[in-house]
């Protein structure tokens, strides 16, 4: 038995990974928490640790299950191959995403980091640049913006807030 890598339709690694167990197949879909403005608010999510990627562990043997209906499965795009194979990965690659990468032990990824620049979308201060300082618990962030030449601490909504660099 090896492992295999199942390139998934676009946002749909959750849906072949469940079609996929219905079929009696061992798959396995590396999750992390991520924060995420939802609704204007900040939420906990999981999102796969690789996007449009699963793993399959399945049979070579002759009295193997067939691979035949993996390609026709809902929300499967296709086996990932080299050539005509299908590509073999080390149990060991599964074993380490398995261990350290619980995602009950770790905290979520945190939707901006301290000390990242910013700009402020919406309000009074729109337009200006800021500096993340932290979550201030009341679904609000804390950040420093240049008022007159001095930094001064602005307690602000995250979904009036925007990474430099990125579009909306």
């Known amino acids: 038995m090896h492992w295999y890598v199942i390139h998934t339709k676009s946002q749909q690694e959750q849906r072949a990974l469940l079609n996929l167990e219905q079929q009696g197949y061992e798959c396995y879909l590396p999750l992390l928490s991520v924060e995420k403005l939802r609704k204007g608010r900040v939420s ?6 690789f996007a449009r990627y699963l793993f399959i562990h399945l049979d070579t043997s002759q009295t193997a299950k067939s691979w035949a209906p ?3 499965t809902l929300g ?21 995403l398995r261990t350290p990468n619980d995602s009950a032990c770790n905290p979520p990824q945190s939707l901006f980091v301290k000390g990242e620049k910013l700009q ?10 800021a500096i993340y300082q932290l979550h201030d618990g009341e679904s609000r962030a804390m950040v420093l913006i240049n008022l007159l030449n001095k930094a001064v601490q602005l307690k602000i909504p995250p979904a009036n807030l925007r990474k430099i ?4």
């Open 70 to 72: 993996i390609r026709s």
């Open 76 to 96: 499967v795009n296709c086996m990932v191959t080299f050539g005509s194979e299908p590509t073999k990965l080390d149990k060991r690659l599964i074993k380490a």
């Open 165 to 168: 660099g990125l579009s909306t």
């Open 120 to 129: 402020i979308t919406q309000g009074p201060f729109s337009g200006l640049e």
């Open 44 to 49: 906990v999510i999981q999102e796969p640790l």
